[in-house]
C-alpha cells in the first residue's frame, strides 16, 4: 500500500501527517503558522524529514494559488506567502514528489473519497468555514479550471448591497461564511444598541469586535430571536446559492463543511425554502445536501488525497 505525507497549511495551524492511500494516519506533528514564510517552510520541511519517507507530498492551503505550477499566491490568511513555489522547495529538499491543491479542492477529494460524498460521480464540497468556497468533483474527477481557480463561488454576488465578504460587498462569501455572520451580526448588534436594545449576544458596544458565528449561533439553539434570525436569513441566502450550483452542474450530492455542520438545524429550514423556490425541481430532487462526515481529521485526509491524486496522471479515480 502507498504512503504519502500531507500537509494542511492554514491561517493559525500547520498540520503535517503520514498516512496511507486508505486514508490511514499513522503520525501528525502540528504547529503554529507563525514567524514568517521562512521559518514556517523550514518547519514544515523538518517535519516532512522527521516523518521519513513516502510515494509523494501533498499540500492543502488556502487560496489564492497555481495548482499546476505548485505556487502559493499570497493567501490573505498567510501575509508575506508571495509566489512560493512550494512543491519546488519540498522536491528539491526531500526528493520526493510534491503536490497542491487549495483547501476547497482537497477537502472536496477527502469527503468524496471517504466521507460523505462518496459514491458520487459529481459532487461539489462547499468550505463555509471562515470564508466560503468550492471544491468540485465533476464525472468523477477534481475538476479545478484553467488556472485551479475553478470553485470560487463565494465571490459570486448575491446583492447589491450586504456584508462584505472575498473583497465584494453583498458577495455569497459574505451572506454565507463563519466571517460573514460574525459581520452581520455586528452591524445588527449595533443597530439594536443604538436604538436602546440589548442584543442577545452582545452586552454592550465593547463587545462588538468580540461577536463571532459561534456565539451567534449558541444564543440560536438557547431560542433567542435576533440570534435566530440571522441565522435564518444565513439558510436562506445558502439556499440561494445552491439553487445556483444545481441548477449549473447537476450534482447528486453538496457537500457542506465547518459551519453548517455544527448548525444546519438552524439553517435548513430556510435553506430548503430557498431551494424549492429558485431550483430546478427536477434537478434538486435528484440531490441530496449533507454536513461533512470527516470531522476534525478532514484537513489531515485532505492533504493526503492531494498526494494520492497527484500521483494519478489523470487523476484519482
Not at 495551524?13 to 521559518?39: L, P
Not at 459529481?122 to 477534481?142: D, H
Not at 445558502?238 to 453538496?254: F, H, Q, S, T, Y
Amino acid at each position: 500500500m502507498k504512503t504519502y505525507i500531507g500537509v494542511d497549511i492554514g491561517g493559525t495551524k500547520t498540520a503535517v501527517v503520514k498516512g496511507d492511500e486508505a486514508g490511514n494516519i499513522s503520525k501528525k506533528i502540528r504547529f503554529e503558522t507563525c514567524g514568517g514564510k521562512d521559518a514556517c517552510i523550514a518547519k514544515i520541511l523538518s517535519c516532512i524529514k522527521e516523518l521519513g519517507t513516502a510515494d509523494a507530498v501533498g499540500i492543502s492551503c488556502g487560496g489564492p494559488l497555481d495548482n499546476k505550477k505548485g505556487i502559493i499566491l499570497s493567501p490573505p490568511n498567510l501575509p508575506g506567502w508571495d509566489e512560493v513555489h512550494i512543491t519546488e522547495i519540498i522536491e528539491k529538499e526531500t526528493g520526493m514528489p510534491a503536490f497542491l491543491q487549495n483547501d476547497a479542492d482537497a477537502c472536496a477529494l477527502a469527503e468524496w473519497r471517504f466521507g460523505a460524498g462518496k459514491g458520487a460521480e459529481n459532487m461539489v464540497f462547499l468550505t463555509f468555514g471562515t470564508g466560503m468556497g468550492a471544491g468540485l468533483i465533476l464525472n468523477g474527477a477534481l475538476y479545478s479550471g484553467a488556472r485551479g481557480l475553478a470553485g470560487e463561488i463565494g465571490h459570486m454576488a448575491m446583492e447589491k448591497n450586504g456584508p462584505v465578504g472575498y473583497g465584494k460587498a453583498g458577495s455569497f462569501e459574505g451572506f454565507c461564511s463563519g466571517g460573514g455572520i460574525g459581520r452581520t451580526a455586528a452591524e445588527t448588534a449595533k443597530n439594536m444598541l443604538s436604538q436602546g436594545k440589548t442584543p442577545s449576544f452582545c452586552a454592550s458596544e465593547a463587545d462588538l469586535p468580540l461577536i463571532t458565528a459561534q456565539k451567534v449561533a449558541e444564543c440560536a439553539f438557547a431560542g433567542h430571536a435576533d440570534a435566530l434570525a440571522i441565522y435564518e436569513n444565513c439558510g436562506y441566502m445558502l439556499g440561494r446559492g445552491l439553487a445556483v450550483l444545481i441548477d449549473l452542474l447537476n450534482p447528486e450530492k453538496i457537500v457542506i463543511g465547518s459551519v453548517y455542520v455544527r448548525a444546519q438545524k438552524l439553517l435548513e429550514k430556510s435553506m430548503r425554502r430557498a431551494l424549492e423556490k429558485e431550483a430546478l425541481p427536477a434537478s434538486l430532487e435528484t440531490c441530496e445536501i449533507l454536513p461533512a462526515q470527516l470531522g476534525e481529521s478532514l484537513g489531515d485526509i485532505a492533504a493526503l488525497c492531494v498526494a494520492a491524486n497527484g500521483t494519478k496522471e489523470r487523476g484519482w479515480k
